[in-house]
């Protein structure tokens, strides 16, 4: 009893120690000559998407596109370059896609409008609709002097 329950956590530990292993992210160990340059590089890398998970940045993601794309970043930035040079290669490289915040273009324009025109959208229909809704109660509410004689002489039968 007792060698079975050591075979058991033996093995309880050795599968723990295995599953450990597969949630292990890399580190990125790049010596970077400035802190300066280590919080820009930081910054573009964040502002930047992985191209191919599409729902991380380069930071995040631990596919071996944002890692080569990371060192990129990385060496450009210790190299000197600016940001707008390092967010040109990455756009050239592989689109507009890459970038969490578009920019203002006219390919762009239903991203950025596109909220606003739905919206205003939204309150146009808002508000015809709740101004027809008053209109017809307001319409409900009107009854004729026909309807409220009959209506009289229905309210005089019943309290007698």
Avoid at 34 to 60: G, Y
Avoid at 87 to 92: L, N, R, V, Y
Wanted: net charge negative.
């Amino acid at each position: 009893m007792i060698k079975s329950m050591v075979q058991f956590s033996s093995a309880l530990l050795l599968s723990l120690a295995m599953i450990s292993g597969v949630f292990a992210t890399p580190v990125d160990t790049y010596e970077f000559k400035s802190v300066d340059n280590q919080k820009r590089a930081l910054e573009l890398a964040h502002s930047l998407r992985c191209p191919q998970c599409q729902n991380q940045n380069l930071i995040d993601s631990n596919s071996p596109v944002a890692q080569d794309l990371r060192l990129e970043v990385y060496q450009m930035v210790d190299a000197g370059k600016a940001d707008d040079e390092v967010i040109e290669f990455m756009t050239s490289r592989y689109g507009e896609f890459v970038l969490y915040k578009p920019r203002m273009e006219a390919k762009t324009y239903a991203l950025w409008l596109g909220p606003v025109f739905l919206l205003m959208c939204g309150l146009l229909i808002g508000f015809f609709f709740i101004r027809k809704q008053r209109i017809t109660e307001v319409d409900d509410q009107e009854i004729s002097a026909e309807e409220q004689n009959e209506l009289d002489t229905l309210l005089k039968r019943d309290s007698k």
